[in-house]
């Protein structure tokens, strides 16, 4: 097993995880913020998939997903391709309404699938590759960047099911098995 197998392989289990802590959430429930300047689970599932959607274009060229198979329209968004999440303000966060669970997890899976392939793709040399953009002075390289992505990730993940259980309590993970 090369190394970017066990990253891919780590990105793999992210999927099932969000599914579990998706399922059977409400519309209401996605978009509740435990306070008025905090992130919604909708919003952060949003946030995440976009993320890995701008990143894997960013780094191969192809075009965003967000705008090729027209994600933004099943999130009633602006055709925007820097509108990540990234630079909200509370009142952006707070304006955003989440589709249903079935259109964030299938966004997210093709992200997901796209941030995958960009990685097959990855040689060992490719990591040390630098950026002068925005990002450069905290992610310099592209191996600091898909860490980045890793961290994200799971931070966000830890996130989504936090809020949940601040929504309906520890037993949240017995209904979904």
């Known amino acids: 097993m ?5 990253v891919i392989q780590n990105f793999d289990s992210t999927l099932s995880i ?11 429930e996605l978009d509740w913020q435990p ?7 909708g ?35 602006p055709a925007d391709l820097a509108d990540t999440g990234g630079r909200n303000t509370p009142e952006q966060v707070t304006a955003f309404k989440s589709p249903d669970t ?4 299938d966004y ?10 960009f990685l097959n793709t990855v040689s060992s040399s490719d990591l040390d590759k630098e ?9 310099p390289t592209l191996g600091s960047r898909i860490n980045a992505a890793v961290r994200e990730t799971l931070q966000h993940l830890g996130q ?4 949940r259980g601040l929504l309906q309590g520890t037993g949240w993970q017995e209904l979904n098995q």
């Open 43 to 77: 919003w952060i599932t949003w946030h995440l998939s976009r993320f890995l959607d701008w990143g894997s274009s960013f780094f191969s060229g192809e075009e965003q997903l967000w705008i090729k198979d027209g994600w933004f329209g099943r999130f009633d968004r």
């Open 108 to 117: 997210y899976r093709a992200a997901l699938e796209k941030f995958k392939l």
């Open 18 to 28: 969000l599914e579990q802590t998706l399922k059977g959430l409400t519309r209401e």
């Open 2 to 6: 090369e190394c970017k197998d066990l």
């Open 160 to 163: 989504i099911a936090y809020i």
């Open 131 to 139: 950026y002068d953009d925005n990002w450069s002075q905290v992610y």
């Open 102 to 105: 079935d259109t964030l997890i």
């Open 35 to 41: 306070k008025p300047n905090c992130n919604s689970i």
